[in-house]
């Protein structure tokens, strides 16, 4: 045994997956804030984020 811990290796790829899916949640929020701002009514148009939908 090299003394590592199962648990400890799911937590950090855990904590990757959630930061990946912390900087699409935040991109989508730009998109759709900015969106918003200048007055348009579909964020798919505007948006740089069709092909996450």
């Known amino acids: 045994m090299s003394g590592h811990s199962k648990w400890a290796t799911i937590k950090h790829k855990e904590v990757a997956a959630d930061v ?3 900087q699409m949640v935040t ?3 730009k998109d759709i ?3 918003a701002c200048m007055g348009a009514g579909d964020i798919e ?3 740089g984020s069709e092909s996450l939908f």
């Open 27 to 29: 991109k989508l929020i």
């Open 45 to 47: 148009r505007t948006s």
């Open 33 to 35: 804030s900015i969106a």
């Open 20 to 22: 990946k899916r912390g």
